[in-house]
Antibody, heavy 121, light 107 residues
Framework: EVQLVESGGVLVPPGGSLRLSCAAS????????MHWVRQAPGKGLEWVSL????????YYADSVWGRFSISRDNSKDSLYLQMNSLRTDDTALYYC??????????????WGQGTLVTVSS | DIQMTQSPSTLSASVGDRVTITCRAS??????LAWYQQKPGKAPKLLIY???SLESGVPSRFSGSGSGTEFTLTISSLQPDDFATYYC?????????FGPGTKLEIK
């Protein structure tokens, strides 16, 4: 059974930094592109970033480009999101997601339950 | 950047109704479109990919169509479990822009 478990979400002041983690199990992690998607309270979904199966390529939404960095450790079946220069509008539930097909990009077939990041003074 | 719109933003319907949700892209995305269902407090669920391919395990009352810039999600006969919010997502570029969502409510 595929499982994705996010962690690391906390209350952080504006301008602060945070690292989210996603622990994966139940599939061959290093065959799949992985994503971060966020959802502000009461709002819609916003795709944040992806990293290809080998970590060789990364892509970001314009809203986080230059502030967030996605990475993965295939030896630990883990995905990460380093978030710097956080702003109040980064407040959201952050989901980790797995691609539907090996060695592809999109769509997201499996999602975690999310970790809540709150940016506030 | 490709922008996505959905209509309507809210849809009121009854069990047994046939409903259609429309998603439009600001430029052609060929058939690189997915539909997701999200219920309150839950993660989204993939329903349709490549505009018209039904994800495994998804009931056949769900169907998708379209290409280029205009797409539709149709539920042929609404069931109580279908009342949720639906999102489209384009993935023709390396950025998976979502539409703003359509909330399907019980009439």
């Amino acid at each position: 059974e595929v499982q994705l478990v996010e962690s690391g979400g906390v209350l952080v002041p504006p301008g602060g930094s945070l690292r989210l983690s996603c622990a994966a199990s139940g599939f061959t992690f290093d065959d799949y592109t992985m994503h971060w998607v966020r959802q502000a309270p009461g709002k819609g979904l916003e795709w944040v970033s992806l990293i290809t199966w080998d970590g060789g390529s990364t892509y970001y939404a314009d809203s986080v480009w230059g502030r967030f960095s996605i990475s993965r450790d295939n030896s630990k079946d883990s995905l990460y999101l380093q978030m710097n220069s956080l702003r109040t509008d980064d407040t959201a539930l952050y989901y980790c997601g797995k691609d539907r097909e090996a060695f592809g990009e999109f769509p997201l077939e499996y999602w975690g339950q999310g970790t809540l990041v709150t940016v506030s003074s | 950047d490709i922008q996505m719109t959905q209509s309507p933003s809210t849809l009121s319907a009854s069990v047994g109704d046939r409903v259609t949700i429309t998603c439009r892209a600001s430029q052609s995305i060929r058939n690189w479109l997915a539909w997701y269902q999200q219920k309150p407090g839950k993660a989204p669920k993939l329903l349709i990919y490549e505009a018209s391919s039904l994800e495994s395990g998804v009931p056949s009352r769900f169907s998708g169509s379209g290409s280029g810039t205009e797409f539709t999600l149709t539920i042929s006969s609404l069931q109580p479990d279908d009342f949720a919010t639906y999102y489209c997502q384009q993935y023709s570029t390396y950025s998976g822009t979502f539409g703003p969502g359509t909330k399907l409510e019980i009439k």
